[in-house]
């Protein structure tokens, strides 16, 4: 094999865990702004008073609100979940490209050896 092609190959693979971690961390500091959006809304919704609450009509704005606040656990936990996905997913890309400069060492070195006879 072509050692620029083997390099290309290397660089590729770093490239992508490094896409893949980046990514993934970007999604988790995303949990920390949406959380804070999630409390806000929270505490607006909650500072009226509960006959109010109770007394909204269906499909108001109130009622919306309610099912926003009472969406968001989920779509947090989806941030969270996602976000260790692709950096585990970048983490496991770096170790499959370490494998493959590990198990192409005793070729290499055996090439070496030939070359020197």
Not at 55 to 78: C, R
């Amino acid at each position: 094999m072509d050692k620029k092609m083997i390099m290309g190959v290397m660089m590729l693979l770093m490239i992508i865990s490094l896409v893949f971690a980046i990514w993934g961390v970007q999604m988790h500091t995303k949990v920390v702004k949406e959380e804070a959006k999630f409390h806000v809304a929270q505490a607006e919704y909650f500072s009226l008073d509960k006959v109010t609450r109770e007394s909204a009509a269906t499909g108001s704005e109130l009622t919306q609100d309610l099912v926003e606040i009472v969406n968001y656990p989920s779509a947090l936990m989806e941030l969270k979940l996602l976000g260790v996905g692709k950096i585990l997913t970048g983490i496991y890309v770096l170790l499959f490209g370490i494998l493959i400069a590990l198990v192409m060492m005793p070729v290499r070195l055996g090439n070496i050896i030939k070359k020197k006879k």
